[in-house]
């Protein structure tokens, strides 16, 4: 997990991702990235002809998203592995919540038909998971003590061991796990090299090879060694000015081996690169001999004749099924009295959390931005939010900005756009639309209770805009643009996510129902904006 601010990097991504809307190119060709959005911390294994992903989510809920796919570039959901986040009163959004804290930097392993992910949360000891299915349910183990960003290793014979580095020491130590791995039974430094963390270990041939990302420099380094006690030897790799500074490779089903590394790429979050490797006297190269040292902006796809399954990551929702589907999340562990699908079939509803402001509201509903640009609509009945409910739709992230429905007084309803920035110094809010009424009867005759709020995010220019109608065609915009941004000092420590929320400083009887939420991807805006 790189701690860095952005740098110079994230205009070399724009311009490697512009026009990538669609990654599989349909012709045995792939564009970087395979996903268009954060999915940060990637650790990709292989399972017979199946690669999976596991991704840090932070403080979302559900936690640590899976993802299978056949030809490591299209990608589906397989499930989150943490059902509910536990062992932090922080997760309910208590003591200010754990915006950038939580589930980060997971390894993903198989071994002897189980799958194991081993993760630290923030402020907690190290937990090895484990479950010979990978849609769970998962059981875990406790440590007995925290190794950041930790990296799973399976010998054949199945000892396992945890290569561990972090918080700039540049120390790795390696922690050797008791046969039933729920306990560390040694623990030494094998290796040091300044800055370094983010650790992968992976065998190939009588090598191990130890991949370390250097925040510090936005860099990755490779060490080998024929022991894994040592002694290494390092080589630098890539660099996000290059493609990328966190990851490691996955060898293919027909005995290649294949790079994913995670770049900086500004407000859309850390976005994850894969890409084509060869050897050099058993050192790993990163691109084609061609041209090494760089991921390539498009390359043959690694696995051929596979077609892209299952339901696309980014999707619409008409909240028909009894349960969200696995796009969505929420920014802390939800108050699950206050959310419903099956009081009113066909719709969501969402009961006014209690919190003073929209940062500190537990169930508010995310999915993530995607790139290069991406609209979310959602169709809302707003006749039952009362007074003091603040229910709306926008973004969430560094920059918050939305158009939220005001319950007042005697049953009357106001829209109010506000942008809120997370700062070092606290939380920045600018209302630039105080009150504008918005009449029940209207709603009423012209849609039967419905609002149409929408926010467009432009990750080309890296702003965004929101708009609402009262009858689903003709918009109005509210409030103007605002910004998009990313930072790990601030926000949320992802990229920018579309926000439903519901609250009230004394949440009453009122609620909201979402009756649907339309999303569209594609390169640019429409040329004309409806």
Request: overall charge neutral.
């Amino acid at each position: 997990m790189n701690r860095l601010r952005l740098s110079a990097a994230a205009a070399w991504m724009a311009a490697l991702c512009l026009g990538a809307a669609a990654a599989d190119n349909g012709n045995g060709s792939y564009t970087n990235p395979p996903l268009y959005a954060d999915y940060p911390d990637p650790d990709i294994i292989r399972v017979g002809e199946d690669f999976y992903f596991v991704t840090t989510t932070f403080a979302n809920s559900p936690g640590l998203t899976l993802l299978q796919s056949r030809d490591l570039v299209n990608w589906s959901f397989v499930s989150h592995l943490v059902p509910r986040l536990d062992g932090d009163e922080r997760f309910d959004l208590k003591q200010g919540g754990a915006y950038r804290h939580g589930m980060f930097a997971a390894s993903l392993r198989h071994h002897a038909g189980m799958f194991y992910v081993a993760v630290t949360p923030v402020n907690q000891n190290t937990r090895i998971y484990y479950s010979k299915d990978i849609k769970g349910p998962w059981a875990y183990h406790t440590l007995d003590r925290a190794a950041f960003d930790p990296a799973l290793f399976f010998e054949p014979d199945g000892k396992a061991y945890i290569a561990t580095s972090g918080g700039w020491d540049g120390t790795v130590n390696l922690l050797a796990l008791s046969g039933d791995y729920s306990r560390v039974v040694d623990a030494r430094k094998i290796h040091y090299y300044k800055g370094a963390e983010g650790s992968k270990l992976v065998k190939r041939g009588e090598y191990y090879y130890l991949f370390n990302a250097l925040p510090g420099k936005l860099a990755l380094i490779v060490s080998r060694a024929k022991s894994l006690y040592g002694p290494w030897e390092s080589r630098p790799q890539i660099d996000d000015r290059s493609g990328g500074h966190q990851g490691a490779i996955v060898d293919l089903p027909d005995g290649n081996w294949y790079g994913f590394v995670m770049v900086d790429a500004g407000p859309i979050g850390r976005m994850t690169n894969i890409s084509p490797i060869f050897w050099e006297d058993d050192w790993p190269v990163w691109g084609t001999k061609e041209a090494p040292g760089r991921v390539p902006a498009s390359a043959v796809k690694p696995v051929q004749g596979k077609p892209a399954q299952g339901k696309a990551l980014a999707a619409s929702d008409d909240f028909g099924a009894p349960v969200l589907g696995l796009q969505w999340q929420w920014n802390h562990n939800p108050v699950d009295s206050r959310w419903s699908l099956s009081e009113r079939p066909g719709f969501l509803r969402l009961k006014p959390t209690e919190a003073d402001e929209f940062w500190t509201a537990r169930n508010t509903l995310t999915q993530k931005g995607q790139g290069p640009w991406s609209r979310g609509v959602v169709a809302l009945d707003v006749s039952h939010v009362k007074e003091g409910d603040v229910c709306g739709f926008g973004t969430l992230g560094k920059y918050n900005g939305h158009i939220a429905v005001v319950g007042g007084a005697d049953g009357k309803l106001a829209l109010r756009m506000q942008v809120i920035e997370d700062t070092l110094t606290g939380r920045q809010a600018e209302v630039r639309v105080p009150s504008l009424p918005l009449p029940l009867s209207a709603l009423a005759s012209a849609s039967a209770g419905k609002l149409w709020l929408r926010t467009d995010m432009d990750f080309r220019t890296n702003m965004a805009e929101v708009a609402y109608s009262v009858d689903g065609k003709a918009w109005h915009g509210l409030g103007g643009s605002f910004k998009l941004g990313y930072d790990w000092r601030t926000g949320t420590f992802q990229g920018q996510q579309y926000a439903l929320f519901c609250y009230n400083p004394q949440p009453g009887a009122g609620y909201l129902d979402v009756d649907s939420f339309e999303f569209t991807r594609a390169d640019a805006p429409p040329a004309t904006m409806p």
